[in-house]
């Protein structure tokens, strides 16, 4: 099998329980592969970017980690499939 790109990157925006940002985003400072969390405006409170070897391990990481705690309300997680601009 070729691999086109090492690891899988999904965004997953997050919309919490009011007031609850801080603690959703403590809450997921210990899983490694969630290697950046933002507060944003909009519908949406939190965006997480998740980066894993599979996509069994990205849904692992959503429905196990993010989705199971109580302050979160709902997720939409986008999965990306390359990079066009990549400016770090």
Do not use: C, P
Request: glycine share 4%; hydrophobic share 40%.
């Amino acid at each position: 099998m070729i691999r086109l790109w090492s690891s899988l990157k999904a965004y997953v925006l997050i919309n919490t329980k009011l007031g609850s940002e801080h603690e959703i985003t403590e809450a997921l400072r210990s899983v490694k592969e969630i290697t950046a969390v933002y507060s944003i405006y909009g519908v949406y409170d939190l965006v997480a970017r998740v980066e894993a070897e599979t996509m069994d391990k990205v849904k692992e990481i959503v429905f196990n980690k993010i989705r199971s705690l109580d302050q979160v309300k709902s997720t939409i997680t986008l999965i990306t499939y390359g990079e066009s601009i990549n400016r770090d």
